[in-house]
């Protein structure tokens, strides 16, 4: 759902432009409150991880593909706050350095596929983990919920959007029923994608999991036909608090590589939601050329490359590696500002108590 240039007027993507950066300002703040010292990595990890599976277009309809948004995935990974810079940062490369997604739609793409996708995904997940028994199972199907609406939900900001600032001549109405249809197939994949990701976590480290904090269900046991509460488990040597995520970290940045660097190559190429629905109503007449074009990584393919496979392989590394250097480098820069706001505060409160 990458808008490019030409979409949205100058005016709305500017006004699109300026609220994105307001939602950018407050979750930098909210997520020095989220930023442990193991999620910083770790949010690094998850931006490089959706970068790499928005490379991977699955078919949801003749002709038409679609690929992971990543903003549920993120928000229930390492917290909400945390998942729109994940994502805002994914965007940012991808503007930057290949050609994916306007640059002066850049505050359109942040609202749509960063914040709307959070904000719904985030917003569906909590209320359902109220509803639901205190168990793994029940996280699970609760981002699956999640993810499952935030894309629609991203493609109604977009018709929003279009509906104040479209430059195209075309009625709501068949914009609004193409854009929500599409994406609710999509949104199907969204959902399988994020709910067995945050399985396969919650199965090893369900302390990673920011949006299973407080998750104290009994392990059950089925015996005779019953399942009954296990017995209780000798404490751990090394609290989890304290366990490594290195080995995690480790096996999802080999993840991301191989999803980016070969499995890629299988994806569809079939135009995403937005782009067929762009391409059958008329919505892309005033498309403009991106502003990186001539981006050696440009089309996700290394220039001068002459190799499909290698070219695509090698842009796809590439992309996860920056990805990955950058978010890290951004979430170490919050933590320390979390550190320094907490040493402050202690300093300030041993002052107080002295006096």
């Not at 193991?38 to 003749?62: E, T």
């Not at 000798?234 to 304290?242: G, I, N, S, Y």
């Amino acid at each position: 759902m990458h808008v490019p240039d030409g979409f949205i007027d100058a005016p709305v993507s500017i006004a699109a432009g300026v609220a994105a950066a307001g939602a950018v300002a407050v979750s930098l703040r909210g997520a020095r409150r989220e930023l442990e010292e193991r999620a910083a990595p770790l949010a690094g990890l998850v931006a490089a991880f959706i970068f790499a599976v928005q490379m991977l277009n699955f078919p949801v309809a003749a002709g038409t593909s679609g690929h992971l948004l990543g903003g549920a995935l993120a928000a229930i990974l390492v917290g909400p706050y945390t998942g729109v810079l994940c994502v805002s940062v994914v965007l940012l490369m991808q503007g930057v350095l290949f050609a994916d997604g306007g640059l002066t739609a850049l505050g359109v793409n942040v609202m749509n596929m960063a914040v709307v996708t959070v904000v719904v995904a985030y917003a569906v997940f909590r209320g359902l983990l109220k509803l639901l028994p205190d168990t793994r199972r029940s996280v699970t199907v609760a981002a699956f919920a999640g993810a499952l609406l935030s894309v629609p939900g991203a493609a109604v900001m977009f018709t929003a959007l279009y509906a104040l600032g479209g430059t195209t001549d075309v009625p709501l109405g068949k914009v609004f029923t193409a854009m929500v249809g599409v994406h609710v197939l999509i949104g199907i994949g969204e959902a399988v994608i994020t709910a067995a990701t945050v399985g396969a976590v919650l199965a090893v480290r369900p302390d990673l999991v920011h949006g299973a904090r407080g998750l104290a269900a009994p392990l059950k046991l089925r015996v005779g036909g019953e399942l009954v509460d296990a017995p209780a488990a000798a404490p751990a040597a090394v609290p989890a608090a304290a366990r490594s995520a290195k080995p995690v970290w480790i096996t999802g940045l080999v993840t991301a590589l191989v999803l980016a660097g070969f499995v890629s190559f299988y994806a569809s190429t079939s135009p995403d939601g937005l782009e067929k629905v762009a391409a059958d109503k008329g919505i892309d007449q005033k498309v403009k050329e991106h502003a990186s074009a001539d981006s050696p990584l440009a089309d996700y393919s290394v220039k001068d490359v002459g190799d499909a496979r290698l070219s695509g392989g090698l842009a796809g590394v590439i992309g996860v590696g920056a990805t990955v250097a950058v978010g890290t480098g951004i979430f170490w820069a919050v933590r320390r500002r979390r550190a320094e706001d907490l040493t402050a505060t202690s300093t300030g409160s041993t002052a107080s108590s002295a006096v």
